[in-house]
DNA sequence: TTGAAAGCGCTAACAC
DNA sequence: GTGTTAGCGCTTTCAA
């Protein structure tokens, strides 16, 4: 390891002041362009960098964004995180990740420890932010720390001042229905997975129980289960369920996973995709395209949904205003795991 | 937002010196029981942490490690980056987490991103560690780097001194042949996918066609086809191409992905999986599982491997000595997509 | 324009 | 045990 170089030693070789390196390498004050010059030669000849802690140490700013979420192994996450760092880049930030693996305990101990790392800002994705009624402890812990660091959430965390944004819910599942509508061999139609403490799920099933009855559909409730894991067990299970009551002409998937497991169960009761019940999910991870058959999901525009996100963190940080809730348009990606029109 | 308390602060409050608090803070130096407790009182009340910033201006330590992989999307790297995180969680650091998406440009943009973010290790995650012949002008900035900050990676980098952890290619490919000559009924043995410049994936082939050799099978060049993607559809071209010459009795698949393509192939030509022919692959990723039939495949233990690249990465940073080349012991998960023994 | 010097928040060596 | 003080590397007044 090689001492480090700093500003003094630039400075010295340049035989000019620590202040005026400082000048060019800042750019906040006019140099001689001649000086300049011959600075910059040498701060380009070391590959110097100023060292960012000391210069964090004094504008307080660490141009990192700390990103929470449940577990970035899921494609969801993945693809949000993924757009969420190329926008960050863009504007010179650089993202810390956090994974919680849905453990409450490990998503307050890593609240903490992001705003020890003094991250300039956090964005939470989902965890506590998911829940129907808002976990007040955690809402406490999350007021403390935007005293200092703004927040931005996609979920909902009723009493603090957290910038939402969030996947229109209402307009997912009216797209899908209206969908649905158009086909009109499909009568019986199914919603398989999801909990009914997580507000987006909660926000579907109320929409597909509206538009249901806007088209003047049955409402079976036995075809809507919910499943407490949001993976292909929870649809395998969904699914079986579902089964056990009759034979839906469609059934909508809370996520690619549970249309995994959905597909699974499916198959074990030798019924087929589309052909004897079609399928529809939402997510449009790139499993949609990895499975036979492909999935009809519901996509986010995840390239719009972290550019948003990283926007109202960069805003806030900057001391600029940000909306408070902001909602993402899906739009449904039509493959074919449903049935043709008839 | 709020003024930021300090070590100041608390001192003021507590009636003491700003050392006295900084000693029950780091916990280096004996403090009277009745004045910590005090003390304690007081950060606790306030919920103060001191500033990472100031403390790593003076020990030029940030706590935080920065790994460079191609895309976090996919699963393996997925895998990786959790493990990984993990094990830095439970030895006091985070993780910084970038994506060059294969582009060698970013790459080194992001090289320097995190040199200059004074992140304490790297860990290059494949990229151009993945080539076989060493990019000479990538191992000259890694070693400029790595004059200032340790870099362990998964690969190779010739001419550089970072600690190398790889996933051994000849027992992986040893123990797939192993257990296919097994299987009695398995006389042509295909290898599809994957790039002839890719370490890990030539090492693999090398073993590939000395095992054939050992056990006293075929090598068949029309079914050993490489391609440059190591996805969805380069798995496809690749079994294209295989079955354009002739049906082999099972293939062995670069990675899942791959995996997957390769059974769409065959599913467009009408035959089936393991009955027809039998399939293994490398990974071991949830994907394995999510497609069916699941996959027998390579698995590689990815909470030893991120351990050991954290291990690594952890003693280089406090000045101990690190193995230069460490390798992780792959086991077979046998599942479905493989025809039992006759 | 430029340099000197103060100070960001903290730790550690040095005195007492 | 405890306080005083000198930095860590940088930015930013304040004078010149």
Known sequence: ????????????????????VSRVLTGNARVKEEKKARIQEIIDKYDFHPNILARGLINTRTHVIGILCADIRNPYYAALCVTCEQAANENGYNIMLCNSFGDRLKEFELLDNLSRQRVDAIILLGGAADDLVTDHEYAEKVNMISDQIPVVITGRLDGTPC?????????????VMNYISTISSFKKIAFAGGRSDVIFTVGLRAC????????????????????????????????????????????????????????????NHQLKVPDDISLISFDDTFISTLITPHLTSI??????FGSQLIESAINLIEGKPAPTETLIHPTLVIRESCKKGA
Do not use: W
């Open 1 to 20: 390891m090689q001492k480090n170089i700093t500003i003094v030693d630039i400075a010295k070789e340049a035989g000019v002041s620590i202040s005026t």
């Open 163 to 175: 910038s939402r944004i969030n996947i229109d819910a209402t307009e997912a599942m009216t797209q």
């Open 208 to 267: 597909f129980r509206k538009m249901l009855r806007q088209l003047k559909l049955e409402y079976i409730p036995e075809f809507d289960v919910s499943n407490p894991h949001y993976d292909e067990t929870g649809g395998l299970e969904a699914m079986d369920t579902i089964l056990k009551h009759g034979k839906p002409d469609i059934v909508i998937c809370v996520n690619d996973f549970t249309a995994v497991g959905v597909m699974k169960s499916l198959a």
């Open 299 to 304: 996509s986010y525009n995840y390239v719009q």
